[in-house]
């Protein structure tokens, strides 16, 4: 069973693409600003302040550190080559790794996080797969659909067309939540 605490930190949708403060729940749009503050280890979490960054540390730090420990070796991030079989199996994998880079399980925040962790719909890359580790490019209705170009987002697009809906309710639910 997950402690109370522990469901309170589960990653939210918006919090994982980027959109969201990891801590506070700030969004870019009342902040402001185009984008939040990323952490510079692992490229995965997102504040509005660097307060709110130093809030949710203890509870970011060790998967930060596995993040950057995995993120060292090379030869566990292999190119997807735009297959989404690839990218599943990249992923698990990764799943298995994390844990004994950690030295314990995953919490439901941390699996939770890494298993939606933003990648571009049509080559499947991260931005840690990127050049130069650019943001990925969101989908201004949605906020959790990410391309890595505008060349995919043309391509990708009328698929997601009929899906961006759906990820707006499902936001809209966690908020209520
Ligand atoms: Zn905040
Ligand atoms: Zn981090
Ligand atoms: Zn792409
Ligand atoms: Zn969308």
């Known amino acids: 069973m997950a402690s109370k605490e522990e469901l309170r930190k589960r990653k939210t949708y918006l919090q994982i693409a980027g959109f969201e403060c990891s801590n506070c729940h700030k969004t870019t749009?009342?902040?402001?600003?185009?984008?939040l503050l990323r952490c510079t280890r692992c490229r995965m979490s997102y504040y509005c302040s660097k307060?709110?960054?130093?809030?949710?540390?203890?509870?970011h730090k060790q998967f930060c550190t596995?993040?950057?420990?995995?993120?060292n070796l090379d030869e566990v991030w292999y190119s997807c080559?735009?297959?989404?079989?690839?990218w599943n199996k990249r992923k698990i994998y990764h799943m298995q790794l994390l844990p004994a880079?950690?030295?314990?399980?995953?919490?439901?925040y941390e699996s939770n996080a890494w298993l939606n962790q933003p990648k571009c719909h049509v080559c499947f890359r991260t931005s840690r797969d990127l050049?130069?580790?650019s943001a990925l490019i969101p989908c201004?209705?949605?906020?959790?659909?990410?391309?890595?170009s505008n060349e995919h987002w043309e391509q990708h697009r009328p698929k997601h067309k009929s899906l961006c809906q759906t990820y707006q309710i499902?936001?809209?639910?966690e908020k209520i939540r």
């Open 101 to 108: 880079a950690l030295d314990r399980d995953l919490t439901s």
């Open 29 to 35: 749009r009342e902040d402001g600003t185009r984008s």
């Open 131 to 133: 050049e130069n580790r």
């Open 170 to 173: 499902m936001v809209q639910c």
């Open 66 to 71: 596995a993040i950057e420990e995995l993120s």
């Open 51 to 59: 307060s709110c960054q130093r809030a949710d540390f203890s509870f």
């Open 140 to 148: 201004t209705n949605c906020h959790v659909v990410f391309c890595c």
């Open 81 to 86: 080559n735009g297959k989404e079989s690839e």
